[in-house]
Nanobody
Framework: QVELVESGGGLVQVGGSLSLSCAASARISNNYPMGWFRQAPGKEREFVAAISWSGSSTYYADSVKGRFTISRDNAKNTLYLQMNSLKPDDTAKYYC????????????????????WGQGTQVTVSS
């Protein structure tokens, strides 16, 4: 059963913006903190941003702080990532993830702390 489906990736020029969405099953959206990770070719998967189940707390990697914004709409079972001022280093496949403490805060920013993963959406920033 597919429970997380990302969309919104694409090709954008340096300095541009993209908005990613992650459609979640109700079971996921109603219960878990969620996050975004990314993986570039030849590199390990890295944390980008996370949000508590309620949406009241957010966390960002230093590399995206001030440029990316994570949000969620539990009524729509959707997680978002607004990406502004994109750089070539942002080029990667972006994954939506969920897991951790039910209806709780974000407790980890490491990939092994998330049990549910989407298939990913490619973001390419051209210079």
């Amino acid at each position: 059963q597919v429970e997380l489906v990302e969309s919104g990736g694409g090709l954008v020029q340096v300095g541009g913006s993209l908005s990613l969405s992650c459609a979640a099953s109700a079971r996921i959206s109603n219960n878990y903190p969620m996050g975004w990770f990314r993986q570039a070719p030849g590199k390990e998967r890295e944390f980008v941003a996370a949000i508590s189940w309620s949406g009241s707390s957010t966390y960002y990697a230093d590399s995206v702080k001030g440029r990316f914004t994570i949000s969620r709409d539990n009524a729509k079972n959707t997680l978002y990532l607004q990406m502004n001022s994109l750089k070539p280093d942002d080029t990667a496949k972006y994954y939506c993830a969920a897991g951790g403490r039910r209806r709780g805060p974000v407790t980890t920013t490491t990939a092994d702390g998330y049990s549910y993963w989407g298939q990913g959406t490619q973001v390419t920033v051209s210079s």
